[in-house]
């Protein structure tokens, strides 16, 4: 997850980022997604929202050449007061119970 705050003088600015940077991710071997979500209490902040297939295809990706390139256009924008952060599922449930669990248990 990263966080971003869109500028008062640029508004769109950060769904267009997000749009050119996830534009290029189409295919990234591992990404199995992102999502753009705007805070409800404060509408200029963002947080990005990525899901990887395994940590070591996103780990791979993270320290390839493309990954700084291609996410540069979102850089400017993250939130000083927010550090990026990774999480990893350890339950999930959905509207029939729970989901099976990432390791297939």
Do not use: C
Request: proline share 11%; hydrophobic share 40%; charged share 20%.
């Amino acid at each position: 997850m990263l966080w971003a705050v869109e500028p008062p003088e640029d508004p769109g600015a950060v769904e267009r980022a997000y749009h050119e940077i996830s534009s290029k991710l189409v295919g990234t071997p591992g990404l199995l997604g992102n999502r753009l979500l705007r805070s409800a209490a404060e509408p200029s902040h963002f947080a990005v929202v990525s899901e990887w297939s395994s940590m070591a295809e996103f780990a791979e990706w993270e320290t390839g050449a493309d990954h700084k390139p291609a996410t540069s256009p979102l850089r400017p924008l993250q939130d000083p007061a927010r550090r990026a952060a990774i999480y990893t599922e350890v339950a999930a449930y959905g509207p029939d119970g729970p989901f099976t669990a990432p390791d297939g248990g």
